[in-house]
């Protein structure tokens, strides 16, 4: 995951972490970039 990453210590630095707390938000987490176009379809289909 990207720089605003950075400034988080410990256990919630990790790219784990992370896709579960934005998991947990709400948000749409993808495995690869080439699963980008087909998550976007989902949310705009619902």
Avoid: F, Q, W, Y
């Avoid at 720089?3 to 896709?19: L, P, Q, Y």
């Amino acid at each position: 995951m990207g720089h605003a990453g950075a400034i988080v210590s410990g256990n919630k630095g990790t790219a784990e972490a992370k896709i579960e707390a934005l998991t947990d938000a709400g948000a749409i987490v993808v495995k690869t970039p080439t699963e980008i176009g087909d998550a976007m379809k989902d949310v705009i289909n619902g």
